[in-house]
């Protein structure tokens, strides 16, 4: 396109645009009176405006609305079109709140085509930052465990003044207010999480938190998160596993689902293969099933085999979630019972520290009687394993 027709397009445009604008008289504005209201959800934000007093009179053509926000949970502008004059919108309330709506015009006054305000009417609304002292807490981070029960754990910041106190707030469609958490997780004499039980939070609904607080030097920095926790599930740990050698050099492994309300329909398996070769060489591999169950041959050369499982909530239950606990280990063959994987270790120091103590109480007691034998004074004991026989011995 030459400089010459690109000039007389532009000229047939405004042209266009000036007799249309003469003949129908018409220029359209900006809706008016935008307002965001904080009815206290924790950053539901109710956005309302009304249309232009300018359209009052045009009633053959339909009002639409453009409402564009800045979403802070994506970082870019999200637009809506809605026939209505007021919308709810999430935000994070710690920054700031952008909003801008349009008009939009169709019907006979403009030949059925869509027309656009020029102009937009835009809101900014500030965080109400002042007076806050510290930064937010860090690691927010909220687990359904086996759909019974929710724990959310935060971390407090380094900068955190001391003595200061953090509290929990919650809302979600069914509340009418924001209410406090029911049942604080202290540690080392500080708040650091928040118990519910299962009925208290529904599912399939945006559950907005507000971690806040206060210090003698002042409110703490908030912080808000919005979740779901159908997406935070974290299944149990499979309990019984159990491995049989099968016909052709195949090991057959089946396992139970895990306790809790998690459907067992929503789950799938990792299942952990760790093949000991010759010369203690270890192979893993890892299987991903949605069966309850896996059949693997065995090669000659392998001494043992052992497996482990966890589980997650699949896609089609879920966004998202936590993958659960592996299970013990099973082996075969069985042997070797103090190097299993399987076996536990706080289960073995717990072992090794009953035997060691009534190792040391064995000792103690015949040292008490060698001295007193040695000594041949026959006298009370006071020994705390065997009173009784010692004593006897003694006296006989
Ligand atoms: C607008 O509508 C009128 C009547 O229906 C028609 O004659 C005219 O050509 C239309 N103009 C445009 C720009 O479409
Ligand atoms: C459009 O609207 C914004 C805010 O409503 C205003 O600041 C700006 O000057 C307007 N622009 C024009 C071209 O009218
Ligand atoms: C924390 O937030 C809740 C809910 O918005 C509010 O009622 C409370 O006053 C806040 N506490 C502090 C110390 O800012």
């Known amino acids: 396109m030459d400089s010459k027709t690109w000039q007389i397009n532009q000229a047939t445009l405004m042209l266009l645009i000036l007799s249309w604008t003469l003949c129908s008289g018409l220029t359209v504005d900006p809706p008016e009176d935008l307002a965001i209201i904080d009815p206290g959800h924790l950053g539901v934000l109710q956005i309302q405006w009304s249309p232009p007093n300018s359209l009052s009179n045009i009633t053959d053509c339909q009002k639409i609305f453009q409402m564009e926000y800045f979403n802070t949970y994506r970082n870019k502008w999200t637009a809506i079109?809605?026939?209505k004059t007021t919308y709810s919108a999430q935000f994070d309330l710690t920054k700031e709140v952008r909003v801008r709506v349009s008009t939009l015009l169709r019907g006979p006054c403009t030949n059925g085509s869509l027309v656009k305000s020029?102009?937009?009417?835009?809101?900014i609304q500030k965080p109400a930052s002042t007076g806050f002292v510290g930064t937010p807490v860090q690691d927010f981070i909220c687990v359904f465990?086996?759909?019974?029960?929710?724990?959310?754990n935060w971390k407090r910041s380094p900068e955190q003044p001391r003595n200061s106190l953090h509290t929990l707030y919650f809302w979600h469609m069914e509340l009418g207010q924001t209410e406090e958490c029911p049942k604080y997780i202290i540690s080392n004499g500080v708040r650091n999480g928040c118990n519910f039980t299962r009925n208290f939070l529904p599912d399939f609904t945006d559950i907005n938190f507000c971690v806040n607080g206060s210090s003698p030097e002042g409110p703490l920095k908030p912080t808000f998160i919005s979740l779901q926790i159908q997406n935070h599930v974290k299944p149990a740990a499979a309990k019984t596993l159990n491995l049989q050698a099968g016909p052709y050099r195949q090991l057959e492994l089946c396992w139970e689902s895990p306790v809790g309300r998690v459907p067992e329909h929503c789950l799938e398996w990792e299942v952990e293969h760790n093949q000991e070769g010759p010369e203690g060489k270890h192979l893993l591999q890892q299987y991903f099933t949605k069966q309850m169950s896996l059949t693997q041959p065995t090669t000659q050369d392998t001494k043992r085999n052992c497996f482990r499982v966890r589980s997650k909530l699949h896609k089609y239950c879920a966004d998202r979630g936590f993958w659960s606990d592996w299970s013990h280990s099973t082996c075969y063959p069985e042997e070797k019972i103090f190097l299993k994987p399987g076996w536990d270790a706080a289960a073995v120091s717990a072992h090794a520290a009953v035997a060691i103590i009534i190792l040391l109480?064995?000792?103690?007691?015949?040292?008490?009687v060698f001295s007193i034998w040695r000594s041949r004074r026959v006298k009370k004991l006071d020994c705390v394993c065997a009173k009784k026989p010692v004593v006897t011995v003694m006296e006989a």
């Open 361 to 368: 109480l064995l000792l103690l007691c015949v040292g008490a």
């Open 145 to 152: 465990h086996m759909m019974e029960y929710i724990q959310c």
């Open 118 to 123: 020029t102009n937009y009417t835009e809101h």
């Open 81 to 83: 079109q809605t026939a």
